[in-house]
């Protein structure tokens, strides 16, 4: 699997509420990759997170928002791929169960519309703290974030812009792309 996938598993309802399969290993496995991590967030109204990704050992994520609401999004920052420079973004309410991959070589991030968001990640690498890459989120071309007061982390807001990382020539010398799954 290169790129993204956007998909809503089948959800059975019923008096009690609903239930949904999110994720089957082996079905998974063999468009993704293994999962190797899952993580979870909360977040308040307006936290925006992101756009990261890891330039050593990279990693795909599927994302689900499972309470409240939020953009999911993704670029693709592989300048080798046809779909360089590419956004998807998505509106995700918890109630309508949607899973959001972005494979490796695709910086991720999401902004909580709601108070007590919560979003999951199922990563198909272990987190590399010294690997990460930080996009400042308010510089991907062609990503409309809704206007509100935002809550951004330092790490975030004083993240290299998007256009910045390729004029410094930063990931032609720090990924080889060819491995990057």
Known sequence: MKGTLIWHPVVREDERGFFAELWKSGDGDKKFGQIEQIN???SKKGVLRGMHLQHTE????????????AILAAVCCNPEDDRFKEVVQLEVDANIPT?????????RGFLALEDNTSVVYACTGRYNGGGELAINPF???NLQWPTMD???SD???NATSFREHWVQGWYN???NWHNVR
């Open 150 to 152: 935002y809550i951004v």
């Open 99 to 107: 899973m959001f991959y972005a494979d490796a070589g695709w910086a």
């Open 173 to 175: 010398d720090t990924i």
């Open 139 to 141: 510089s991907v071309p």
């Open 40 to 42: 979870m967030s909360r």
């Open 58 to 69: 990279p990693m795909g994520k599927v994302m689900t928002v499972i309470s409240g609401k």
């Open 155 to 157: 790490k975030d807001a």
